[in-house]
């Protein structure tokens, strides 16, 4: 993080900015008196810093996902800025010139990002998209799955072009890559595991809990099914920010355990094998119900796929 007070004497603000920065960025508010900045981009800055003049180019994301962050960054942080009473409007003659002569190269354009095949695609929802009414809306689901699951892809596909990971699997990628492709990877992985966790309304109405060995395992592990489900859930109400919650076994003594991670942490990395998963990013529930995470999971666990769980039990 940067103090603002460094830029007082600044025209135009730039900076470059990690997706996962934007992310939490939109989500807890800018303080106004920081800037969020890459590492990476500090000597950078600093550079430009000697330079007033000229405008750093904005490498943000250009996937569905981080555009309206990084609107909500922009908006946040220039008002951030105009409060210091140093800075032009963005629409002043002064800065508007500065931008037509160095225009910032802002990758949110799409018209800029280069057209090519796709070689990570999503897989098709294993349901239709209001099957899951009325405890997760078709809306919910169809933002969810069309702009956040195939932006991760899109991303994905964008950011390892040219490089090994391009022909890795997911599991593969998720296992060694780190920073955005992993991330991007795991979010791919991680949503296509979560709709498979879950089963239309009208089938998981008539279905029951865990059963057989699966069942077995979680009264070895947990005392009881009713005591891991308040357990699990319990750790997903209290998940701080952004993350998945998971049922896991240990290959070493198939013991089951509940594993949590933060933005796009997946059990694979950690050598364990996913069950189960919660997706608790705001994204998941927040047109539905707002802020309330715990109304959101009392009506997703009536949704759970038993035998898609059970199926993945060694
Ligand atoms: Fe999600």
């Not at 981009?41 to 330079?51: I, K, Y």
């Not at 209001?130 to 596909?157: D, M, R």
């Not at 979010?187 to 699966?214: D, R």
Request: overall charge negative; charged content about 20%; aromatic content about 10%.
């Amino acid at each position: 993080m940067i103090d603002k007070p460094e830029w007082h004497d600044r025209q135009w603000f730039a900076t470059t900015v990690r997706d996962s920065d934007l992310v939490k960025t939109s989500r807890a508010a800018v303080p106004p008196t920081t800037v969020l900045a890459d590492r990476d981009s500090h000597s950078r800055l600093r550079h430009e810093e000697r330079e007033p003049t000229t405008v750093l180019p904005i490498a943000v994301n250009a996937d569905e996902n981080t555009e309206a962050a990084f609107a909500d960054f922009t908006r946040a942080f220039l008002v951030a800025a105009n409060a210091a009473a140093t800075i032009p409007s963005v629409s002043s003659p002064a800065v508007l010139q500065q931008r037509a002569q160095a225009p910032p190269e802002s990758v949110c354009n799409k018209k800029q990002q280069p057209a090519r095949t796709m070689p990570f695609e999503v897989k098709p929802l294993p349901y239709a998209k209001n099957a899951l009414e009325p405890h997760i809306s078709q809306e919910t689901v169809e933002t969810h799955f069309e702009k956040h699951h195939k932006g991760y892809a899109t991303k994905l596909t964008q950011i390892t072009e040219g490089k090994p990971e391009a022909t890795m699997s997911l599991e593969d990628i998720i296992r060694t890559a780190t920073g955005p492709i992993f991330n991007n990877a795991a979010q791919v992985w991680n949503h296509t595991f979560y709709w498979e966790c879950m089963m239309p309304t009208a089938a998981a109405s008539s279905g029951g809990g865990p059963s057989g060995a699966l069942a077995a395992a979680l009264e070895k592990s947990f005392g009881s099914v009713e005591a891991f489900k308040k357990a699990f859930i319990d750790r997903a109400a209290a998940h701080f920010g952004s993350g998945w919650i998971w049922l896991v076994q240990r290959p070493a003594d198939g013991g089951l355990e509940i594993w949590e991670g933060h933005d796009a942490a997946n059990p694979l990395k950690a050598g364990l094998r996913p069950l189960l998963t919660v997706d608790v990013w705001e994204h998941a529930y927040y047109i539905d119900r707002r802020n309330r995470r715990a109304e959101y999971l009392d009506h997703w666990w009536p949704l759970v796929n038993w035998a898609f769980v059970a199926s993945h039990l060694k």
